[in-house]
């Protein structure tokens, strides 16, 4: 799916109506329709469920009207607040025409506003993504009224108050929905770690906007899920053996650290590589061919860390990072890698802790490198901490532009840059995966589909990155999220890899 800015979403709208030969007003019902079989399949109210609709002077507050219309017409007895304007919009004011008589309508004042019981439904639909600066005033008193409610709250295409495109000033008012009814697309302000707790649960709901124009408008930013992703991975063929998958080495392991190597080594097995080699220090041998027999297991001469690369022609693809430590003699392991390597490289853990504490090594990436790091290792990769969120995307954009490599920010909705500045951001995933050695499986997957010369970087690593978060939640209906451990993620790799082979593409 495409992100598209405040100015697109507009242009969209009226390039629909235009193609399809419809009104404005029309386009509005289709929202309105929508909105109403989510409350009724979803949240099943009684008839007897008091439904707030609070509505502003613009096209969201036209869609609210349209909304408490269609509920009275389904037997419901909807309320309607309007926000007092100077000025209102065309469609607001034919919908509010349209209202039936006995349904409830008044105006918000500061002096009274109304109360909201616990059983209420409550429906922003003050403001959409048009809003360019915070509220302020009565509306600013209506938001803190409506977030201090208990009752459910539900916002119409976008949270009032939340900015679509820019971030968010500090203490500026904005509603904070349980659930975020966004119409088509999803709004990259949804994706952003700072707006969770406005943006609640969001769901999209189609209303028909034209796919064409869709299709048309350049974006940066893509949100990817289950339709996009079904089918990337090819088909093995039947005469396939080891070698066509490509031979992968995994730099990993340190004292107290061998668990990390394992858990890399696991997944990239479970990830279909066709051989792997792990290099350990000697106090992980025993460790790793006990735990992993079908990795092949080179004995560094130190016991505790790793101080020799070996020799690379015979790999594929090469990862490094999980439990390294940071040794200096692991850190000139790290520089030989970069200076000799001509095969795909994947960095994760102490190996990007190694590039952040010595910047000059981040010139010797090679083009095309896949980095995993979480904000705290990213931030130490660019030098600077990032002023809000949309900024930590700029600096990320940037980075990967300039050293030409592709980086996976990790978190909820993780985002993966490519050298072109494209970001594109998981729809896979649960908070079960925020426990100990989760990267680290990622790292083993990810160097498992770089190693198939088959998939090309950007392929390699969207699908390495949604079937992580896939066989998470696969794990998580098993052991619950606070139950799940890294160990039950490799487990379930192969069955999230096999939802996207294109054996499963359906007629």
């Known amino acids: 799916m495409k992100l598209l800015s405040a100015a697109q979403t507009r242009t969209l709208d009226q390039a629909t109506i235009k193609a399809q030969g419809i009104t404005s007003l029309e386009l509005m019902e289709r929202a309105a329709t929508a909105l109403l079989d989510w409350l009724l399949t979803q949240l099943r109210p009684a008839y007897a469920t008091p439904f707030h609709l609070f509505c502003g002077p613009g096209n969201n507050g036209g869609d609210g009207l349209a909304l408490a219309r269609l509920l009275h017409e389904a037997g419901y007895t909807p309320t309607v607040w309007l926000l007092p304007a100077g000025k209102y919009s065309a469609d607001f004011l034919a919908n509010l025409q349209r209202l039936p008589a006995d349904v409830a309508c008044d105006e918000l004042k500061s002096a009274r506003f109304p109360e909201l019981p616990a059983d209420a439904v409550l429906v922003d639909a003050l403001f959409g993504t048009g809003l360019s600066r915070p509220l302020t005033g009565v509306v600013a008193e209506v938001v803190a009224h409506l977030n201090q409610s208990p009752a459910l709250r539900v916002a119409v295409d976008m949270p009032s108050g939340l900015l679509t495109d820019a971030p968010q000033p500090p203490a500026s008012p904005v509603v904070q929905a349980h659930y975020t009814l966004c119409f088509e697309l999803p709004k990259l302000a949804f994706l952003l770690p700072g707006n969770a707790e406005y943006v609640g649960e969001w769901q999209v709901l189609p209303i028909g906007l034209e796919q064409a124009v869709i299709h048309k408008m350049p974006v940066d930013n893509y949100f990817i899920e289950d339709n996009f992703m079904r089918g990337r991975l090819p088909k093995r063929p039947r005469f396939s053996h080891k070698g066509t998958f490509g031979h992968a ?146 600096q990320l954009r940037a980075f990967t532009r300039h050293y030409h490599c592709y980086c996976v920010l990790k978190g909820a909705y993780s985002a993966l840059a490519t050298p072109d500045g494209q970001v594109y951001f998981n729809s896979t995933g649960n908070p079960g995966m925020a426990t100990g050695g989760s990267g680290d499986v990622l790292t083993g997957l990810l160097l498992a589909l770089r190693a198939d010369k088959r998939l090309s970087p950007l392929h390699a690593a969207l699908l390495g990155l949604y079937a992580h978060g896939r066989a998470g939640d696969l794990v998580a209906r098993q052991t619950g999220e606070a139950g799940l451990v890294a160990g039950d993620i490799v487990h379930s790799i192969g069955p999230a890899l096999q939802e996207l082979t294109d054996a499963n593409l359906t007629p």
């Not at 390294?324 to 000139?332: F, I, K, N, P």
């Open 249 to 394: 080495l995994l730099l990993a392991g340190s004292q107290g650290k061998i668990g990390a190597a394992v858990l890399a080594a696991s997944a990239c097995l479970r990830g279909g590589v066709g051989l792997l080699t792990v290099q350990v220090p000697r106090v992980g041998y025993a460790i790793m061919q006990t735990a992993v027999p079908e990795a092949m297991c080179l004995t560094d001469p130190a016991p505790d860390f790793l101080t020799e690369l070996p020799d690379l022609k015979s790999y594929a693809a090469v990862g490094i990072g999980p439990g390294l430590g940071q040794t200096d003699a692991s850190r000139e392991v790290l520089r030989q890698l970069l200076q000799a390597a001509r095969v795909p490289l994947v960095l994760d853990a102490d190996a990007l802790n190694l590039l952040g504490a010595n910047r000059e090594l981040l010139d010797l990436l090679p083009p095309d490198t896949l980095l995993t790091p979480h904000p705290k290792e990213f931030e130490r990769l660019v030098g600077e901490p990032a002023r809000d969120d949309y900024h930590r995307l700029e």
